[in-house]
Nanobody, 119 residues
Framework: QVQLVESGGGLVQAGGSLRLSCAAS????????MAWYRQALGKERELVAN???????NYAGSVKGRFTISRDNAKNTVYLQMNSLKPEDTAVYYC?????????????WGQGTQVTVSS
């Protein structure tokens, strides 16, 4: 069973930075996509950024230019560098990994890490 463990969340003032990490229990080469989602209190979970095995990335419009997703395959870890944080970035951030096996897609989620941005 794949395990994803997020870390790096915390409390930061507006304008500050945080770097989230997502450590996978197996090689990140095995996943065709890894992503960060977030869920604010009372809102639906939303995609923040994703990165494909080939390295291409996508970002939500609200974070483009401020957040950067990257992966270190040697460490089986995906990162989310968050700069110029805003109070509206406050949420629980989740890591997701996606793989295909025998024609079926399997999604794996981490337990989440809280990010709180104070104004």
């Amino acid at each position: 069973q794949v395990q994803l463990v997020e870390s790096g969340g915390g409390l930061v003032q507006a304008g500050g930075s945080l770097r989230l990490s997502c450590a996978a229990s197996e090689s990140t080469f095995s996943f065709n996509l890894m992503a960060w989602y977030r869920q604010a209190l009372g809102k639906e979970r939303e995609l923040v950024a994703n990165i494909y095995s080939g390295g291409s990335t996508n970002y939500a419009g609200s974070v483009k230019g401020r957040f950067t997703i990257s992966r270190d395959n040697a460490k089986n870890t995906v990162y989310l560098q968050m700069n110029s944080l805003k109070p509206e970035d406050t949420a629980v951030y989740y890591c997701k990994a996606e793989k295909y096996r025998s024609g079926s897609r399997y999604d794996y989620w981490g337990q989440g890490t809280q990010v709180t941005v104070s104004s």
